[in-house]
């Protein structure tokens, strides 16, 4: 039987509660990847930490876990006489590591599920009643053969089906993945699980990604950095000083955050509760990776011209965009509009009128590839189409190489050069031979 509170602690326990209650409301609904490595199954407070997770899922979060199988590999390939490899951070699995890969991530997928549905009295998780899905959610591609490594059964994300965690996500289900994908060929590979749990945050749109990491995370001494920007992250990963697993960590946060997850946060598990902590208390218990500043989306001004170039210059290269010198670039810049990020351009468009048609040509749309899949290309088209109809045109025509499909989909339809406003069609690359696409404004 517990021990009755005393008056002072039911005090400092009503505190606490009503001080975690925002908390409690901001994370309701919202979905959460949260990633574990193999040690942690294994640590004697693992099943502490699972009670955790059960609150938070039943505090209204949807929960993806993720989880690593990286030390129970090691041993299974130990067993059976066999060393580990590695090369270029990744592990190399040959025929011979596969079954060891498949059965390391099977125990501890089965641990976790095991933990996940306990329901006994007097435990954190009596009354819980998990539903927890696991299943192919993940498909893989090789990896391939990299500066002469052929790492064999090593794979990379290839595609997430969001429709269908976020289905099971929808009918109150935590949705449980590992470091294994499958390839439609019916193929098994070996995946890094932070990796999974990157690309699973990034594709499903996650308002968080949290890893779970061993030690203390990035703390130094009594304290660490609470909150960092990404580009502050950067400079930390650039100055090389981090352990190796605690700088790929650092690097997908990073990576999570520039693809438009909004907070990253690293916590070291090993402190009991600091995963709530981290959630539900002001200071938390790890380190927030969150993106920089805010984007911005104007009118492109003179000192723009730099950022502009570097966004589109590759984009040139690539044979994508006609190339502009940059004379040009500076005569028109006025007529560019830009989408600025903590001081970056991120993404471009430009709008050339021709009022005696009242049409307006769409050029030079770009965003980088960093921030690709978020809807900046189609804020963008829709800054273009407002400065063209300012413009007086009642129609808007573009000519593309490689992006057909994408302003097709957004209301364009195929046109003939002989479509073209008069100057423009003298100005015609017939080389090139870019499609002319043509938008109706309303």
């Known amino acids: ?89 990744l592990r190399v699995t040959d025929a011979a590591a596969l079954p060891c890969v498949e059965a390391a991530a099977g125990a501890v997928r089965v641990r976790i599920e095991a933990l996940l549905s306990m329901g006994l009295p007097n435990t954190p998780m009596a009354g819980a009643r998990l539903r927890v899905v696991s299943g192919n959610f993940v498909t893989a591609r090789p990896v391939g053969v990299r500066e002469g490594v052929d790492f064999g059964h090593t794979g990379e994300v290839r595609r997430i089906d969001v429709a269908g965690i976020r289905r099971q996500l929808d009918e109150g289900a935590i949705v449980l993945l590992g470091p294994i994908g499958h390839s439609p060929t019916g193929e098994v590979f070996n995946l890094s699980a932070e990796a999974v749990a990157t690309q699973a945050a990034l ?32 400079r930390r990963l650039a100055r090389g000083r981090l352990p190796e ?70 984009l040139e290269r690539q044979g994508v965009l006609v190339p502009r010198p940059p004379e ?54 829709r800054e273009a189409e407002r400065r063209a109809r300012a413009e007086g045109a009642r129609r808007l025509f573009v000519l593309t190489t490689r992006a057909v499909h994408w302003f097709r989909e957004r209301g364009f339809e195929p046109a003939d050069v002989r479509d073209l406003p008069v100057r423009r069609r003298a100005l015609y690359n017939w080389q090139r031979r870019s499609k002319v696409l043509v938008k109706t404004l309303a």
């Open 328 to 381: 040009r670039l500076e005569a028109e810049v006025g007529r560019f509009a830009v989408l600025e990020r903590d001081g970056m351009i991120v993404g471009t468009a430009a709008v050339y009128p021709f009022p005696e048609e009242g049409v307006a040509e769409l050029g030079c749309l770009a965003v980088h590839p960093d921030y690709r899949g978020e809807g900046r290309g189609d804020a963008l088209l």
């Open 1 to 89: 039987m517990s021990e009755r509170l005393t008056a002072a602690d039911a005090q400092r326990f009503v505190a606490w509660f009503r001080a975690a209650s925002p908390y409690v409301h901001t994370h309701r609904g919202r979905t959460f990847v949260v990633h574990l490595d193999g040690a942690a199954v294994e640590d004697p407070a693992f099943p502490a930490l699972v009670h955790d997770l059960a609150l938070v899922h039943a505090l209204g979060v949807r929960l993806v876990l993720v989880h690593g199988a990286r030390p129970q590999i090691d041993r299974c390939l130990a067993e059976r006489g066999l060393a580990p490899r590695y090369a270029q951070g």
């Open 203 to 234: 594709r499903l749109r996650a308002d968080k990604l949290i890893f779970l990491v061993e030690g203390a995370g990035l703390a130094r001494g009594r304290r660490g950095p609470r909150e960092l920007t990404t580009a502050e992250a950067e």
């Open 245 to 314: 697993g605690l700088a790929r960590v650092l690097a997908d946060a990073v990576a999570a955050c520039r693809g438009g997850v909004p907070r990253a946060h690293i916590v070291g598990r090993a402190r009991d509760g600091a995963l709530l902590l981290e959630l539900y208390t002001r200071d938390g218990a790890g380190t927030l990776v969150s993106a920089e500043g805010f984007e911005e989306l104007r009118e492109a001004r003179i000192e723009d011209l730099p950022g502009i170039r570097a966004l589109v210059a590759p």
